[in-house]
């Protein structure tokens, strides 16, 4: 089974602190997401990745950045937390192959951060 | 830019009554339409992937086709354990277009 984990479910932090979310997947996936899931906003992608120390913006990268130093891990930093980043992270992992089973997205248990 | 709409938003069934849940979807080339389940608190679990219009993929009772523009996931005689978000999401096709875009997903609450 493929596993994703994330560092902590839920997180508080105060405006300003620099943040760090963590994500590891154990199965060799290529591809790895990071998400925020807000309330009649669906999840959007932050960033992605599609190999070490590689990335890509996605949709809302403004104020996040990531960072990829081994295959199974991908970080997303919050450089100055601020209250309308309060919100679901989701990481996801792919193995990344086209037109099958690889292309599917798993995700982890999610980190619920809250920004005072 | 792709889009993807699901309705309705939130659905509540008596456990046994059978409905079906809509994804409709604009996009450039589709390369695979997804479906996950989410339960609160969670994170989307996979359930089916669909890549052509006439694909149909089965699991317990849940089932998913495929159309040109939209896709629509079948449950029949749900039981209270199939509550949760089901979440769409499309991929376009191309290379390097790794990116899925969601829906905001159907709420659904079977009561027994």
């Known amino acids: 089974d493929v596993k994703v984990t994330q560092s902590s479910r839920y997180l508080v932090k105060r405006t300003g602190e620099k943040v760090f979310l963590e994500c590891v997947q154990d199965m060799d996936h290529e591809n790895m997401f990071w998400y925020r899931q807000d309330p009649g906003l669906g999840l959007r992608l932050i960033y992605f990745s599609y190999d070490v120390k590689m990335k890509e913006k996605g949709d809302i990268p403004e104020g996040y950045s990531v960072s990829r130093e081994k295959k199974e891990r991908f970080s997303l930093i919050l450089e100055s937390a601020s209250t309308n980043q309060t919100s679901m992270y989701l990481c996801a992992s792919s193995f990344g192959l086209a037109g099958g089973p690889g292309e599917t997205q798993y995700f982890g248990p999610g980190t619920r951060l809250l920004v005072l | 830019e792709d889009q993807v709409t699901q309705s309705p938003e939130a659905l509540r069934l008596q456990e046994g009554e059978s409905s079906s849940l809509n994804c409709s979807y604009t996009v450039s080339g589709l390369r695979g339409l997804f479906w996950y389940r989410q339960d609160p608190g969670k994170g989307p679990e996979f359930l089916f992937t669909?890549?052509?219009a006439g694909e149909e993929k089965e699991k317990e009772r849940l089932k998913a086709t495929l159309t040109k523009k939209e896709s629509f996931l079948h449950i029949t005689a749900p039981k209270p354990e199939d509550s949760a978000t089901y979440l769409c999401a499309v991929r376009r096709g191309g290379f390097g277009n790794e990116k899925l875009t969601f829906g905001t997903g159907t709420r659904l609450t079977i009561i027994p």
């Open positions: 669909l890549y052509s």
